[in-house]
């Protein structure tokens, strides 16, 4: 990092004497460069192409202050941009931290050891825009032919990130990573009206974007949701897949959290069940940083931690907290990190065994689908899903899905299928077997 220009001129070394020279206990530069191609088009027509380039610091700095008979340490931070004045925003910073007392937590120090990790492809990073045009090529390709389906909107970007950080104690870290990223909206007429499918992907790797299986299974999704019924009313067996698998289980990483321990409004305990008096499949989970194409991969945390892959809940007993260096320090625990990737084990049955327990609601899509972090209550609006019932398969929308997962966790079954998608890696499906639906 030696040598290299801040925003306003300065090279590391100078913006690291400014923080030296400040009077402050710590402090922590976090530098990221980002460089993003970006293609817009609406049906076939290019709206724009753009590129954008960005780089940004972040710095914290830290103080120690006595008060009422102990010591606290004082906290903040600010961000520079390019022209910003840095000895300015050094000052003001020192003067907010007397404002913001929490308990004293040491930042990582040096001798890290990081995993090294794929993280970049270099088709992303070093020909971004012909990238591009192979992604909508293969947009196009997945739906020609098709007159009953439209691609009328699309949004595809190609992003190369670096991050940098060092801090008072001497740690240094580096990584770069790549993303790829598209937005989409297929519309289909119906019975006389319109109805719409909208997607969106995302992936490290080009070659893990699987942009033409993507639109084949929206494209269903749109011409089903164009006669799909509303959803029955009442109490029924729900398997969740797809965008439900993204965030279904956030409740019990939030529960598993150093924040929730400190703050008292988690329930875990190590060595107790996450759920209590489960009568199916049993829950093991891990935040794996390592996880080969996972968007969340990475070798450190925010603060430099060196990160390595951790069980949390092991056959449905909490293990450990799932700390940074702050709460490790306030909780006498080993210092983890927060979530990474997300794995969970998975169970035994067939997707088709799940399914075949009719009847069942199949749910795919919501607006939103996310668990209260402390209660566990969880309700969405069905945007697509599937009735089974009586042999017949019946498309659905509308309408919601509701229910405490604490409780229908009891009766979890875990397909033996796996899937993984940008940030989990795990079961294909979990069948809940008393959720409360709010339809017709």
Same mark, same amino acid.
């Not at 007429?189 to 969106?200: D, P, V």
């Not at 794995?343 to 689908?369: D, I, K, N, Y």
């Given at each position: ?26 402090? $922590? ?20 192409? %753009? %590129? /954008? ?76 825009? $012909? ?12 739906? +020609? ?6 691609? *009328? &909107? ?20 580096? &990584? +770069? *990573? ?24 995302? *992936? ?56 929730? &321990?400190? $703050? ?5 305990? %190590? ?31 925010? $603060? ?8 949390? /809940? ?29 794995? /969970? ?64 966790? %009891? ?30």
């Amino acid at each position: 990092m030696t040598g290299t220009a801040t925003p306003d001129g300065w090279t590391w070394p100078e913006l690291t004497a400014l923080l030296a020279a400040a009077g402050v206990d710590g402090w $922590q530069v976090t530098r990221v460069r980002e460089a993003s191609e970006q293609l817009y088009l609406v049906f076939d027509r290019v709206e724009a192409l %753009r %590129r /954008v380039e960005t780089e940004t610091y972040q710095v914290a700095i830290h103080l120690l202050v006595t008060k009422d008979g102990g010591t606290w340490l004082g906290e903040s931070s600010f961000s520079l941009n390019p022209g910003d004045d840095a000895a300015t925003a050094l000052a003001q910073a020192k003067e907010r931290a007397l404002l913001a007392l929490n308990p004293v937590f040491e930042l990582p120090g040096p001798g890290q050891r990081y995993q090294p990790l794929a993280l970049v492809d270099s088709a992303l990073r070093d020909e971004p825009r $012909q990238v591009l045009w192979q992604i909508r090529h293969e947009m196009e390709q997945a739906l +020609a032919g098709d007159a009953a389906v439209a691609l *009328a &909107a699309t949004e595809i970007f190609c992003t190369y990130r670096e991050k940098e950080i060092c801090n008072h104690r001497g740690l240094t870290a580096a &990584a +770069a *990573a790549t993303e790829l990223e598209t937005h989409f909206v297929l519309l289909t007429a119906g019975a006389g009206e319109e109805a719409e499918s909208l997607g969106s992907r995302r *992936a490290r790797f080009a070659r893990d974007l699987k942009i033409g299986a993507i639109l084949d299974r929206y494209r269903r999704y749109a011409l089903d949701n164009a006669r799909a019924e509303l959803p029955p009313s009442g109490t029924y067996p729900v398997i969740f897949g797809e965008e439900a698998l993204d965030t279904l289980f956030h409740h019990f990483c939030a529960q598993a959290g150093g924040e929730a &321990a400190f $703050q008292g409004w988690s329930r875990l305990q %190590r060595g107790k069940p996450v759920i209590h008096d489960p009568r199916r499949d049993l829950l093991t989970m891990t935040s794996d940083p390592w996880l080969p194409g996972g968007l969340e991969s990475r070798p450190f945390d925010q $603060q430099g931690l060196a990160l390595r892959p951790v069980t949390f /809940v092991q056959d449905n007993i909490f293990q450990q907290p799932l700390a940074d260096s702050r709460y490790a320090a306030y909780l006498g625990a080993s210092a983890t990190g927060g979530l990474t990737n997300l794995r /969970v084990a998975p169970g035994r049955a067939t997707l088709a065994e799940m399914l075949a327990a009719e009847p069942v609601l199949h749910l795919l899509r919501f607006s939103t689908l996310e668990p209260h972090p402390v209660t566990g209550a969880v309700s969405g609006e069905i945007r697509t899903g599937y009735l089974h019932e009586h042999g017949r398969v019946v498309p659905i929308k509308g309408g919601s899905v509701s229910g405490n997962l604490e409780e229908a966790c %009891r009766f979890l079954t875990l397909s033996r299928e796996t899937e993984q998608r940008e940030a989990y890696l795990g079961p294909m499906g979990l069948r809940l077997e008393e959720m409360h639906i709010a339809g017709a």
